[in-house]
T-cell receptor
Framework: DTGVSQNPRHKITKRGQNVTFRCDPI?????LYWYRQTLGQGPEFLTYFQNEAQLEKSRLLSDRFSAERPKGSFSTLEIQRTEQGDSAMYLC??????????????FGDGTRLSIL | AQSVAQPEDQVNVAEGNPLTVKCTYS??????LFWYVQYPNRGLQFLLKYITGDNLVKGSYGFEAEFNKSQTSFHLKKPSALVSDSALYFC????????????FGKGTTLSVSS
């Protein structure tokens, strides 16, 4: 049983560069979520997909951020023109909806982004 | 607005003693409540959830949590702590009427000494 997979695990880049992260959810899960976690804080919701449709976006998701899930399987999160404040752990989660009961979200190990 | 409060940044307990990690929440509708654990440089691992029914919920690794609607609390408990339980614990809430996003607390670091 493979869990949620995120790549890369770490990304170091210079301010102003673009970065892209990938998330492969648990295979049968139709919902996929992106969260951001900064040091000393809990994860904060960014956006989620049901299959290929992006159904909800947080106000945290500025216009420099874009997420896609083109075939309803893996997802990518791109940050354009990175800023110091983008340094964080980016977490992906997936769940099965509706499933039996209220299915929990299962998280990947995250991509840690460091902006120089 | 939805929110979760974990009033203790750190909880220290000796191995073999009972532990409690506190969580209170605020939602406008009915809550779904969750506990997750995070080890260094890892993602979050699901421990347990409360959706409806029995107020005492049992989860993974011997953890349990008690839902108290009048006190809007969902404290995490374990009868006998292990050193390996040392980690960062997050409480999360989802307002059934407000969407699917989880709202997390800031986390509580549990330290179990031998």
């Amino acid at each position: 049983d493979t869990g949620v997979s995120q790549n890369p695990r770490h990304k170091i880049t210079k301010r102003g560069q673009n970065v892209t992260f990938r998330c492969d959810p648990i295979s049968e899960h139709n919902r996929l979520y992106w969260y951001r976690q900064t040091l000393g804080q809990g994860p904060e919701f960014l956006t989620y997909f049901q299959n290929e449709a992006q159904l909800e976006k947080s106000r945290l998701l500025s216009d420099r951020f874009s997420a896609e899930r083109p075939k309803g399987s893996f997802s990518t999160l791109e940050i354009q023109r990175t800023e110091q404040g983008d340094s964080a752990m980016y977490l992906c989660a997936s769940s099965l909806y509706p499933g039996a009961g209220n299915q929990p979200q299962h998280f990947g190990d995250g991509t840690r982004l460091s902006i120089l | 607005a939805q929110s979760v409060a974990q009033p203790e940044d750190q909880v220290n307990v000796a191995e073999g003693n009972p532990l409690t990690v506190k969580c209170t929440y605020s939602v406008s509708g009915n809550p779904y409540l969750f506990w997750y654990v995070q080890y260094p440089n890892r993602g979050l691992q699901f421990l347990l959830k409360y959706i409806t029914g029995d107020n005492l919920v049992k989860g993974s690794y011997g953890f349990e949590a008690e839902f108290n609607k009048s006190q809007t609390s969902f404290h995490l408990k374990k009868p006998s702590a292990l050193v390996s339980d040392s980690a960062l614990y997050f409480c999360a809430v989802r307002d059934v009427q407000a969407g699917t996003a989880l709202i997390f607390g800031k986390g509580t670091t549990l330290s179990v000494s031998s």
